[in-house]
T-cell receptor, first 113, second 116 residues
């Protein structure tokens, strides 16, 4: 069974601080996606990484895919209250099938003004 | 692009009753997924369709659960003889699957089921 472990599960920080969320697995994934979810809504895609070692930047968010494609990280610089939400990583396992995504349990981020 | 819509948004039912949820995906998307999410957790995969074919079902999907996508457009998820453990948010997502490429999932806002 392929699992994705996210850490930390909860993070409460002050506006302006930096943070990193980790997503780890013992399995190799063909791609990894990061989503953000707000209460009462469905997850919304932030980024997809597909190549080992790949780094993508989205304004103050930096995403990295591990060289072995087993782990990923999300780094937020100078967090703002609008960054508050549930951050989810999701791995695509079978490249040929293009089927289901497996989600981590999420990191609940709270940024206080 | 009107997004993925799910109906109803909320459902409260008594244990033992049957419930049915509907999902309308983005019109040009050929893949449709059902996930279940409990509070503070990530979505758990239930099943997915490519066009009208149901290609994979999770072991989480007991015999009481059935999903259909009869014409490759909208989908329904039925839960028979509901149990309190079925209380969760049921999320539908769609994507445009092109071969083996992982295209992003577009999620609806879910149906929150409460079984009393």
């Amino acid at each position: 069974t392929q699992l994705l472990e996210q850490s930390p599960q909860f993070l409460s920080i002050q506006e302006g601080e930096n943070l990193t969320v980790y997503c780890n697995s013992s399995s190799v994934f063909s791609s990894l996606q990061w989503y953000r979810q707000e209460p009462g809504e469905g997850p919304v895609l932030l980024v997809t990484v597909v190549t080992g070692g790949e780094v993508k930047k989205l304004k103050r968010l930096t995403f990295q895919f591990g060289d072995a494609r087993k782990d990923s990280s999300l780094h937020i610089t100078a967090a703002q209250p609008g960054d508050t939400g549930l951050y989810l990583c999701a791995g695509g396992a079978n490249y040929n099938q293009g089927g289901k995504l497996i989600f981590g349990q999420g990191t609940e981020l709270s940024v206080k003004p | 692009d009107t997004g993925v819509s799910q109906d109803p948004r909320h459902k409260i039912t008594k244990r033992g009753q049957n419930v049915t949820f509907r999902c309308d995906p983005i019109s040009e998307h050929n893949r449709l997924y059902w996930y279940r999410q409990t509070l503070g957790q990530g979505p758990e995969f239930l099943t997915y369709f490519q066009n009208e074919a149901q290609l994979e079902k999770s072991r989480l999907l007991s015999d009481r659960f059935s999903a259909e996508r009869p014409k490759g457009s909208f989908s329904t998820l039925e839960i028979q003889r509901t149990e309190q453990g079925d209380s969760a948010m049921y999320l539908c997502a769609s994507s445009l699957g092109l071969g083996g490429v992982y295209s992003p999932l577009h999620f609806g806002n879910g149906t929150r089921l409460t079984v009393t």
